[in-house]
């Protein structure tokens, strides 16, 4: 069964895998769109994915050495991921 996308949440996917390093942009793609559907089918069959779908599985598929970087390219399109994941 396939899982239905947010408009913007796709749209903001997208646009922070092609800002992605080349090398890391076809593994990163496979985990995070996994990680996002399985979190959005965890509140329910007919749950969306949403922006918050989308950070938390950045979060938690991209090596930490990454992080930095993803908090940067969130911010460049606009999205608060401090709203999503508590930095500890």
Same mark, same amino acid.
């Given at each position: ?7 913007? %949440? &796709? /749209? ?5 895998? $092609?800002? @992605?390093? !080349?090398?890391?942009?076809?593994? %990163? &793609? /496979? ?5 996002? $559907?399985? @979190?959005? !089918? ?17 979060f !938690? ?28």
């Amino acid at each position: 069964m396939a899982i239905t996308w947010e408009n913007k %949440a &796709q /749209q903001h996917f997208n646009k922070i895998i $092609e800002n @992605l390093p !080349q090398f890391h942009r076809s593994i %990163a &793609q /496979q985990l995070v769109k996994e990680k996002a $559907e399985e @979190l959005a !089918q965890g509140r329910g069959p007919d749950s969306l994915v949403e922006d918050r779908d989308v950070v938390t599985a950045f979060f !938690q598929e991209v090596p930490p050495a990454f992080k930095d970087m993803m908090k940067r390219l969130l911010h460049q399109q606009g999205i608060d991921y401090k709203q999503y994941i508590s930095e500890s």
